[in-house]
Structures are given as C-alpha cells and as structure tokens.
C-alpha cells in the first residue's frame, strides 16, 4: 500500500500517518519528494484499512498494490530512476558502458585495462577484488589489496569504480574503496548482503539470479530499496536452462519486462550471459536494441593470460569494434525522429 | 566426410568416387557448385578412409568432419545459403518480414491481414490451415480450405505464402499451395516429416523445438538436406525454462551461434517466443540487432476477436509502428560504413 | 463437460442425448459401463447448456468439468483403468516389468534377451524397430524385418509385444504385429499420429515428452482416448532440465500427480530417464515406492556390443538382480497390512 | 591431490611432507584415522609433483585426483561418513527423520510440534528461527528468540536440534542454540557462510541450490570440508525446471549419483521438494528406496494455520501414517537377505 500526502501536508500530518501505520503494526517507508512525500506501508496485514487513511489529514490517495513488490514499481514511482555516478547517468537518455576484467590482478594489468576502457570511451570501469569461485581452490581475488589497485584506476583515469561484495561484513570495505556496490547472481537471495547493501547509501548494481524468476529479481530490487536505498541498477546475466552452447542463456525478454513494470535502469553482462567471445558483440547489440540502459563487459589486454574467465573476455581490438556499435547505436537511436520526418517528406512528394 | 572435387573433375571420375562411396556401404550426396563439385559421405563407418579416397583421380581434398551435422555445417559450404521465394531473397543481405494471422479464419479476415501485410512491406505472409493445439478439443485449422483461402490471398497482393504442415501425408496439399512449408516446434523431431518435407522441392521453414539444444536442432535441418533439399530457414521461437513472465523464453543467443556454425538463415518469431504482445517490438529489433536474416510476426486485422493467439497477435498500427522501425533498422544497416567514414575524417579533423 | 445417465436409462433417451449434442455442434464420446452410460460432451463451446440437459429423460447428472482434459480424469471416471495385455494387467494391484533391447537387431540377439526376460519373470517385452535418431546417418531401426523378429520372441516366450511407431502411416503395421503400441517422447505432440493410434484398437504406451508440462501430457492422452481408445498407458521417461549428471531428469513426482488427477496407469522407464546404467536400479524401486504401475527398462544380452543406447542398458546379471527386488517390493507391499497388524499387538502388548 | 601416510609415519615425517607442501605454495588438509593419516593437497599447480612425495620418508601412495572435489570424494575416503548428533547417526544402516514446522512461532506451537515428532519416532527436530523469505515485508522469523525456543524443545523432548544460519555473522549464535547448522538452498553459493560454517565445529545440513548441478553441489561441501569439518550431510530439496505442477521438482536422481561419487550422506526434503502436501508420503518413500540416508519434512499440529509453507506441510495424522511406513520401509530393508534364503530354499524345494 503506498499513501500519497497532499503537496501542503505538514509535518504533524506526516508524523500522524507514520504512526498511524506503526500503530496498525506495519512499517512506513517515507520517501521526500521535490513536490510530495510519498510513504510505503510495509508488512501490513488487514489491519491498515484505506477508508481510515483516507480520513487522516493531509492524505491525499491510497493506491493499494497488489504487485508483492512495491518500491520497485511503476505504480509506484512512474518516472525512470537515473542514478548518477560521478558525471555519469544510469537509466537517461543514452545507455552507459561499463567494462574492465573479470578480477583485479596486479597494478600494471589492471591501469592498462583502465587506460583502454577510458580511451574507448567506457563510462565505469569494472574489476572483481572478491571473486565468488565454484571451488575452494581456486583464486579468490586480492581481496583489500584489489579495491587499493581499483582506487589507483580510478586516479589515473576519472572512471567510477563497480565491484563486487560477496558478504555483509565486507560492505563497509566497499563504502570506502568503490562507486558501485555489486551483488552477483550467486548472491541475489542473500538477504542480509541485500539490506546492508540497502544501508550503504551506495548505488547497488544487482544481477539477477541463475534461476530467478521475475517476480523474485523484483522481490530482491525490494529488498536494498525496503532500507531506504533508491539507486539499484538490475542486470541481466544469463539464467540455466538446458542449452548447452552457451555457458548461460541471456534472457533479453527481460528488459521490455522490466521497462514495463519497473521505474529501476537494467542494464546486461553479455560476457557472463553467454560464456563465449565470439557471441559478444552480437548480443551487445541486440541488448541495446531491447531497450537496455547499458553494457557491462569483460574486457583485459591480454584476454589469454586472463586468471579467470578467459574465453568471455574482449581484448582490446574487439572491445575498440564494439565501442563503433556502441556509439553507432546511440546515433541511430538519436536520430529515428529526423528519418521518420523524411521518410513523410518523401511520401508526400511521391 | 567431405569431399571437394577439382575444378577440372570429370563425370566418369565423380561416377568413380560415387561408387567408391556406396561400395563401402555409405551414401554419397552430392552437390554440383557453378565451379566444383562437392561429395558429402553420408552414414560412414571406418570403412571410408581418406588415404584412399584421395588416391582417385580428381579428388582434390577430403575433409573429415567431426561434428555431427554435415551438410548443414559452415565447413561444408562456406557462404551464406540465399533462399529465393518468388522475387524475395532469405538469407541475403537484408532481413525478410514474414507476417499473418495466427489461423486462416475466413475469407474476410484473411484478404484483409493479406492486404495490410503488403500495404506495410512485409515480404512473405503466414497463416495457418492445420493448427497443431495442444487439445483436441480447440479449433483444428480449416484444413484444405484454409489452403484455398491462402492462394487467394497471394492471388491478390502477391505475396508468396509461409504454412504449416502437421503430418508427412499432408506434404503434398502443401506443395499444392505453398511456397514455403513450416514445420513447427512440436514437430522438429518428427523425423518422418523432415524427410518428406525434404523431398518435396519446396523450401522449408524449420522452427526450433521447444527443449532442441543446439545440435539437436541442427540435425534435423541436416534431416532435411540429406534428402537432397537445400533450402532450410531455420526459426527460433523460444524454449522452454523456469522463466514465468514469458510463455517461452526467446533465446536470442542462438543466432550468432547458427551464424558461426552454419550457413543456413536463421529467422526469429517474437509472437511465439515471447506470447507477449507488449513485447514483440523490442525483441523483434533485437533479433535484428543481433544478425537475424528476418522476423515471422502474428499480425490480425482485429486481435481481439482472434480465434487464437490472441495474447501475441498485433494490431494493424502496432504492426505499422514495427515495419518503421525494421525499415530504419536496414537503413541505418546499410549507413554504417558511411558513419564509420565520417568519424574518421572528424578525428583527422580534430 | 460429462453426462451421467440414470442406470434405467433406455437406449432411445441416450440416443436423444446424443442428438442434442450434435444439434449444438459439439461432439459426443459415449462409454457404455456394466451400470450406466456416461456421455462426454467433446468441444462444446456454450451452446450446450448444463439446465437443458438436464431436463432431457434419462440425464441423471451433468458434471461441468473445468479441467481442460476430461476423458482423462478422476472426475470423469473415479475407479483406476486396468489394461489387459493377453493374460496381463497393467494398472491393477501388482506393478508389471516391461524389458527388452533398445534396437531390435537380428534374431539370435532378439531371441536371448526375449529368453531372458521371460526367465526373469518380465511380462513384456520391448524392442524397436523403427528407431527415432537425432541424426539422419544413425541406425534407424530394422523396419518391418525387426516386427518380425519380435513376433518371433513372442512365439517362442509368449510375453506381449510393445514397440514404437514413428509415424501415422506406420500404424497399420504396428497393428498387424505388436501388442502394445508405443508412442515415444518426441511424437508426443505428433497429433496425426495420437488420433490414429486412438483409432487402431490397440493399448497405447505413451511416452512425456521431454519438455511437457503435466497438462500437456494429459492432453496428449487426452487425444488419444476422444477417439474412443480408452486403453492409455502413460510413462515417465525423463524431462529436459539443466542438469547434466543425468542424460535426462526422471520427474518422479509425476507419479503420484498423475494417481491424484487420472484414472489410467503410469510406468517409468529408468533407461531413458537417467542415461546411466548404474542409477537404473535405485530409480527403479524409487518409482515402484512412488506408485508406478509399472517398469520399462533396457537390457541386453551384451550391452558393451549393443547398437544404440549402450550406456542405458543392463547387462543379464543387472537385471536379475533388479527383478529379485521387483519381486522383493512386491513382497512387501502385499505384506503391509499384516505388518500394521502385527505392530498393534505388540503395542497392546507392551 | 591426496596423500596417504604410512601406519608407522611417524609425527616428524608427516611434519616434512607438510612443509614441503606449503614450500610448494599449497596448503595442507590433515586427517588422522584411527589407522593412518591422510594429507590432501590443496591449491596446488604443478609444483607439487608426485614422483617427489613418493621419495619422502613414511608416504605410502599419492592419489592424483582429476574431480574437482577432493575431500567430498569416494576417491579420497571409502567408507561412508557417518555422522553422530547426540545419540543419532546419519549416514548409517538406517535412514533419520528430520521433522518440525517451517518457522517457530511460539512456545506452544514448538512444544507441541516437537513432542509429537518425538512420540512417533523422529530422530532430530527442525524448525527456522531465521527464515530466507522472497519478500522484505513477509515474516522473517523470531531470531535469537526462536533459537531459545527450540531450545525448550530439546529440553523437553531430547531432540537434537537442525535450524537454518543466513549469514556468516549468525554462526556463533547456531553454535549456542542448534546442534547441527542447515545452510539453505538460496546460500548455496554464499562463500563466507560456507567458510564460516566450516570452522564452527557443528555438523552441516547443506542443501542442494535451485540450479545447482552436480559440481557445484558438491564444490560447495568442499568449500566446508575444505575448513577442516568432516561432517556435511546433503540434502535435496527440488531443484527449478519448467515443471509446474510442482512448486520445485524433486531430483531423487541425485541420490544414488552422490552414492557414487562421494562419502557423504545425503538426505531428502520432500516438503520443499515438491510443495504438494498430497506428495510428500509418495516421495518420501521413493527417496528411501532410492538409498536416501533420511528425510526432513515439514509438520506442523495446525497446518492451516502455519505462519509459512502452509500448503507442504503434514499434520500429525499423516505424519504419523508416514511415520509407520517409515519404519516399515526400515524392517523390509532389514529383512531382505532372509528373504532371499527363503527363496532360494524354495527354489530347491521345487
């Protein structure tokens, strides 16, 4: 249930809804806008009845939601979330790139991806200090010392960092060192990562489980923005299925889906979602094409002396190919209007 | 196996490879090129040895292929398969719109669908006559009316007709009246149908089983080739996941890997793949993006009074607002070398 | 929708039942029992309208049933069908083993494992002659030559005959030689070949498909039984899923689901669901513990020498071990009750 | 790699073996029988070879490993683990049952549901004190005050206690409150609560995650092995697919494949498995016949009025009718060789 106040609602007409809803034992999450506060009953039963809201000064509707999340909404909130990242806009008018290697390796390594993304034109630069690894004896990432060498990046090249944290105790780790707070897939229903995450007044870019279903990507989104937290970026990854020619199957249905019923910017790791390098630019492209507000990819000067996840990561010339697409989509995008007018120019004179 | 005869290879010596072939009880399929002809080796064992093979006059290599399809393969035949329907080309250099009715309902309904295609550019039109329905209770098709309803839809507006085809007894009423015989998702491993649809001369849009992974599907276009028909459009329509919010989940990611690995043209249904109709137009640019040879859409004069589908089926505008946007997608397509000079010539001039 | 007559009810006011359906374009499916006569009313749409009938001599009640599938269901028919193959019953009070070789391949191997089986106390025996391969250069089945054989088998060990037919037009054949026709996973949506085998006199085996949805399985029966063929046999053979330990995901828990919502028998075949040889043992008690009414499995006399499905197949000693705890289970089961007896008065006693 | 001391190594030479191990960047996993210590080699590349630790004094084999499980492999150990909690042994002859409710919602609810899973024979109590819920708004379980409770319960019924940790933070207040720590299938993959896990000193219940596939199951139990805790017990608990008539399909497959390939017990949970009250009984039988080391369902006094999970838990009546089939499942086991004597006397007789 979301409670929409009257633009001239005081304060005490606030504080009385507020406790009004603490009363009824549900929990209000107020949300301050430029023109209105808005406030999202949470956990309500039948308790909370609309008609007595209705009554309370200051009230001005009650929109009940019948959609498990709410925040995440459109009914919600029915303009798209930009979040801003330093200069850059997440979720406006043009879809951003975000790429780097897959993990933090040494300082020359990961300042020579940083230098090429930020020559190409990326606007994040990504890198993994934690690595979450199926085996126990495999490389785990450099931990600290990666997010130090991530800062150093961010130094030399005025990139915005996004990496990924792995367990609640490490959020504050990524407070200090990151612009971006990551949740990988494996760690979607991680509940606790999820509310620290919500506290961390950090941007939280948000993958989406191997085996998420819509409904429970939306419930997670839920989950960080319960805490107060409005600046979650979704991203689509690839989910399991039984196709075996790709390590995942990326699932770009899910972009009109969520443009559909959600205000949040979703964006797609086409590197994660299909394994295969060779399979990267085409579906970068077709992400774009379903409406994503930007890229996320693996990309290192020497994809084959990778640490980890070799045969999904670009190397220079490649990434240089697609950064062409890239910009060449934006055009296109931007031009659509002046065409159309044209095309009806031309009608006109045939 | 294959073998590639020398451009000067004469007919007695062919006849000499053909009998070598059968003689170690295999099957030669051959496929005489403009310059050379090519000799697939169907159904050997260890019999057929390429040692020996490439002692007989005129063989100029033998090529052993490990994958399971072969004539299918990229290996097999280097370039692009162009597929021409009537004036129409599937598989060159721009993409195809194949557009109809879920199901033939009548003459009206029809000739208005048929018009409203050609009138907006669509290349071929799609409709069905025999419905495969998950009960046997649904509507069935109108069988060889709904044929006959069809040609009259091509007698109007030319547009060559894309049907669907249940049973192998059944081939011939489709070479009767159409141009392109579907085989549908249910029916992929319908392997007495493959081979008559091989048989049959006319080409054959092949769509993707619902849980086919990539070999699988591939195999059954090679079904079809092996009885000597070159002509497979494959289709992917979605598979079958634990996704939810989709009927089927359209996977994308199979386009560049067919590209990669065949040379047969891969369209894609959006209306199937997705069973939404609020996102067919984002997939269908997507598909595009992503190197797709066409697009096959259920379009009705009137959705809402359709005798199936009814979820996925576009209205005449939202189906005007697509064929814009596939228009501007080739445009732009075909601009990209030009943008790609223009930014050149900015960065010199910078 | 299904109609129940009054017990006393005469021939003349079933036939007037009958005409009133037909008169509302639906389609009537009459099954004459030892008490009473149950009519179900096939593609009615809401024409025929449960008052009407109502009033019409002889109706006792109409249950409307909002299921999709009817003849198939619990509602339409309460007690369990029982097939009888020769002397045996499939679905009664005692599960049934169905064994034999994937491929029918010549005598003196169709013969030793038709010995085999019978001495191992088998009451069926399968092999295939027409074989359904992903690719066309595979063996694909002996043909008429192997129904031969396997009416050989038959003679010789008296057991039944179950065998796969691939295609409508091979349903006459599959009259003419086999006991139990067998229609596999990837026909299970083949809807020519389901109405034939509905209208060939013979009990059907019919197999899920690998990516079938519990309703869709019903429907298939369901296909199958509205052209008056009430001897189906469902069977459980593995689903498509992500896993790869397993060639297939043997759903089990269809068993039971299938006990609650339908009135005909269900087997399992461990061969196909899992792919590997040394899981066909426990899942074969699994499924008996589950409900199954039966069993399907491959053996061979030589497995390490068979032409297909090799990895699938148990060897002579495998199989005798799985029949001495077939029998063993059986045992048990038959013992329950005197179980239950025996535990009370050792209660009382203490 | 794994090696295997010698019964007389002495102290100072399985000290040299460690030394050399770590000398060679790798870590040591010790393990002292009651006979000989073992010494798993972990992390190592390629500078630990094996033709040099077999010239070190008191090594008596090296077993390269391939798998990329160690520690959890049949290769590493032979003999099946068997864990003992208080007086219970999982892993042993005869399977355990694991019952109570979803969630602890008060004193009584706790008392009753554990008193009536000990006066029908359970082995150990289960019951969420913090649940993993998809919702922010929904329950999350009474915390620290729920573990007390169930506490209560131990008190009063001499249960052993299983309840679920959802963060790395949580595991010292498991280590106070529970006597075995359940990670559920959504932490499959949360790395630091394996880790964290793997060093409380407390038996693991770990269950399978929802697209999890073989490696990764058991990747994760090595991830607790790898800490130094032996003691793992595995459960499945259904896995995503597109089935439908079941909330998750449960994979008895797994099973008899764990049996294979590891040392570890492996437990079934039908409850979530299937979500279907009217299953559980079904496929709690066939998981037992499918060599299941023991089951954990859900069983609550008042089903209908549960706080969660409702709709898959059992009340006492069917409770109790599992139970005796449970136990009769356990006497039939028991009983098999003599009936196979009797058979074979039999047999002779005639």
Sequence with gaps: MVIS???EASPAEISQVVEFIRAHHARPHISRGAERTIIGVIG????????QLLTLPGVETVIPISRPYKLVSREFKRENTIIKVDGVQIGGAEPVMIAGPCSVENEEQILQAAR?????????FRGGAFKPRTSPYSFQGLGEEGLRLLQLAKQETGLPIVTEILDSKDVPLGQEYADVLQIGARNMQNYS????????????LLKRGMSADFKEFMMSAEYIMSEGNNEVILCERGIRSFVEFTRNTLDLNIIPAVKSASHLPII????????RRDLIES???????AGADGLMVEMHPRPESSWSDANQTMNPQEFSDLMEKFNYFIYCKNNFEKYKNSQKIMKKAV
Aim: aromatic share 2%; glycine share 10%; proline share 4%.
């Design 116 to 124: 090429m993304a930020k020559k190409k034109g990326a606007h994040l």
């Design 193 to 204: 990562l999820l509310k620290e995450a919500g506290r961390s007044g950090k941007p939280v």
């Design 283 to 289: 579906m970068s492209l077709a992400a774009l094409a």
């Design 44 to 51: 309500y039963r039948h308790e909370v009845q609309i008609e």
């Design 5 to 7: 106040m009257s633009s």
């Design 268 to 275: 797609v790791d086409p590197s994660h979602g299909t394994g």
